[in-house]
C-alpha cells in the first residue's frame, strides 16, 4: 500500500485547533494537584500512559506548534515526575506483566510519541538518553524519510520556510534504527497512512497490515504496539470493531486518545492514555497518574446528570 504525493492529496484530513485550556478544566486540574499532593494516587492495580506528538521550540511571530511540548518544559515534566517517585517503563514490558498477572507498580507509567516527527529524535530522545527513561513512538509508516509535512498535521506553520524543518518533517528510517538500537526506544505502529477509519474496518484491516509490513522489513519487528490515528473512542476513531481488527492483525495492543488511567482487569486494546501538553507541569502530570483527574472529571458529570434530571 504505497502512497504516492497525489493520493495524499485527496485523503481526508481531520484537523483540530490548537487547544487551549478553558478556565473550567484548568480549575479542575489544580484541584486535582492539591488533592493528589495532600493524599497520593488514588486505588491500586492502576497505571498510566503519556502521550506526545511533537516536541519543539516556539518560534516569535510564528503561530504556536500544535500538539507540542517544548523541550525545556519535556524534561521539567520528566524529571519532575522521577523525583516524585514516578516509575516510567517500557509500554511493551507492561504489557507483557499485564498479560502474565505479574506486578506493575502503582506509579508506573509508559511515554509515547505519535506519529513519528523528527524533533522527537532531536529533542525528546537526548533527555530521554540523559535521563535513563523508555519511550515508545508509533509510526505512520508510510511518510518516514519524508521532506514533507504529515497530510494530517494541522499546524499551519508545517512546511513553511519559516520555521525549522525538524520541527515538521517525519522521521528518517536511520533515525528510528538509531534510537531503537538504543535499547530505550520502542517503535510501533500507528496506521501506514493516518486515515480517518471510522466505520471502515477492512480498510483498517490493509492498512495495519502494510503497517506491520513496513515495521518488520525496516526495523525487524514481528509484532507492534498500536495506537490509533485521533483516538477518541466517543467519536468513533477507537474502539470496538475497530480494536477488534487491531487483535485480529496481530497488534500487542490498541491504545486510545481517551484520558483514563488504566485499571489491571482492562484489555490492553482498551487502553487510553493522558496527553502530556505544554500547560502541564510535572505536578499536573502527576495528577493526571495519580487518578485525582479522572475522579473529579467523573464526579462534575455525575453532578450534571443529577442537574439535568
Known sequence: MSVTCDERLVKPVVRRPARVPELKERLLLGSATILNSLFGCRGRDRFGILMYHRVTDRLPGVPEPTWNVEPRKFEEQIAGLLTRGYEPWPLQ????????????????????????????????????????VPATIFLS??????????????WIAAGDQSVPADSWR???TSQCREMQES?????????????????????????????????????????ATFAFPYGMVREGFAGGI???????????????????????????????RFPAEQHDTAATLAAKLGGWTCALW????????????
Open 242 to 272: 475497530l480494536s477488534q481488527v487491531a487483535k485480529e492483525t496481530g497488534m500487542l495492543c490498541s491504545l486510545s486518545t481517551e484520558p483514563e488511567l488504566i485499571a489491571r482487569p482492562a484489555s490492553p486494546f482498551s487502553w487510553g
Open 93 to 132: 514490558e507492561m504489557i507483557r506483566n499485564h498479560t502474565l498477572g505479574e506486578k506493575i507498580p502503582r506509579q508506573a507509567f509508559a511515554i509515547t510519541f505519535d506519529d513519528g516527527y523528527e524533533c522527537v529524535y532531536l529533542n525528546a530522545w537526548p533527555i530521554l538518553k540523559r535521563l535513563q
Open 183 to 223: 535499547g530505550l526506544i520502542e517503535l510501533g505502529a500507528h496506521t501506514h497512512t493516518h486515515d480517518d477509519f471510522r466505520g471502515q474496518p477492512e480498510e483498517l484491516r490493509q492498512d495495519l497490515r502494510q503497517n506491520q509490513r513496513e515495521l518488520q522489513e525496516r526495523f525487524a519487528i514481528p509484532s
Open 141 to 154: 509508516t508510510a511518510y518516514l524519510d519524508s521532506d514533507e509535512p504529515f497530510p494530517n498535521d494541522d
Open 170 to 172: 517525519p522521521l528518517s
Open 298 to 309: 467523573s464526579l462534575k458529570q455525575t453532578v450534571r446528570n443529577c442537574r439535568s434530571q
